[in-house]
């Protein structure tokens, strides 16, 4: 540990390159080709919602992965942590039930809101406070109430597109039960483009040589999206990558910057909201990727991240000619893309949600109310979800902080 301490910083930038081996470039691969692919497919369904225009899709596209990948290039170098950059995958989920309530400037302004309040939260050190305030049973409701029509669409997509369906879900199961070094979910996705290059080619591709031009966009404020959008998407951001992201590190025994990674993750989110990005935060699931004992010597794993980060940010310049392409998908594959991507997800927050029997009444409530996407006075269905959720273990069933506390320690 202090002799990684000892290297922290950005001096003795000819040590990065011979700290790169096979196991943490192999790590940062997997990652960054995590972060992009369902993330990716799942903007463009949030973009179709909102009736976003093709420009406000590849500037969002464009502003998540360039200041993503610079997130993760910047921290993982100075602290000598892997510390892997990305945006929020379950905020992109969220946001595509949301996109069609409100404009895209009005978006706009809940993100840079929700990167405030980011920065606030890690200046002031109330992320653990913050998140203790929500049950993690009743967060993990919602978000697995928010996924379900995915999931359903997934299996419903699967069976659509037949061979090019059942050639990842096949390769997912092997990977899983062999253990390779290849997760499933890279697997499942790799040997799906394989399946549409073979079984289903495409045509009708529109490419473009117009180079994107990079315009700052005004935000608009209003009191319903900063409840409907910004405190949501900062709280997933928080739990769902911030906090997966933080144990990963802190099981691996790295000395974390907790502080920092909350108030960077909340400046690059206000720097990428001003060109449509709804956030670049540290990533949960990449981090966890790159911070693993697969990924090469203790010391030397921060360099999985960078890779990872370099991944992004060169997919993030490329974006604008990469757009046509995923556009082209079938639909029907991006659904499959989008399931396997969100199938851990879906699977951790059904178990996290219903482990409790003490909370059973709250988290089923949870769960519907986000299920049912309502919407009651211009507040959308996760909020409610959050707050009715919350209301009914803590003034029903009687969950105190205390117990909760007792209870994470027995599952700890």
Known sequence: MKSIL???????????????????ISAGLVAGIFIITGPTALILEASANG??????????????????????????????????????????????TVTSQFTFHQL??????????????????????????????????????????????????????????????IAFFVFSKWKLKIPPVIAAILFGIIGLILFHPLHNIVWTNALMMLVIQLPEFNLLSF??????????????????????LEQKNYQTPIKQIICFSGLFSIITSLFGGQS??????????????????????YMGAVVAGVLLLIFGLFSWSLVPLIQALPKDFISVIVGFSLLGVFGTSLHQAFSRPA?????LFAFIIALSNITIVNISAPVWSLLIGTIIARYMEGITTAQRKQHSKKTA
């Open 51 to 96: 009736n976003f225009s093709p420009s406000q899709t590849t500037l969002w596209i464009f502003a998540v992965y360039v200041f993503g990948g610079l997130f993760g290039i910047c921290l993982p170098l100075y602290s000598r942590v892997p510390i892997v950059g990305g945006h929020t995958l379950t905020g992109v989920a969220f946001l595509a």
């Open 108 to 169: 706009i302004g809940a993100y840079l809101i929700s990167g405030l309040l980011m920065v606030l939260i890690g200046a002031f050190g109330f992320f653990s406070k913050l998140i203790k305030l929500v049950p993690k049973e009743i967060i993990s409701a919602m978000l697995a109430g928010m996924i379900t029509k995915y999931m359903v669409n997934f299996i419903v997509s699967t069976n659509e597109l037949l061979l090019v369906g059942f050639i990842p879900l």
């Open 280 to 301: 670049a935060n540290i990533a949960g699931m990449g981090t966890v990727i790159c911070s693993d004992e697969e990924a090469g010597p203790k010391e030397k794993r």
């Open 227 to 248: 409840l409907s959008v910004s405190i949501p998407l900062a709280l997933l951001i928080l739990s769902n990558d911030a906090a997966v992201a933080v144990g990963a």
């Open 359 to 363: 909370m059973k009444m709250s988290t």
């Open 6 to 24: 000892k290297k922290s910083g950005f001096r003795d930038y000819s040590l990065f390159f011979k700290d790169l081996n096979y196991q943490n």
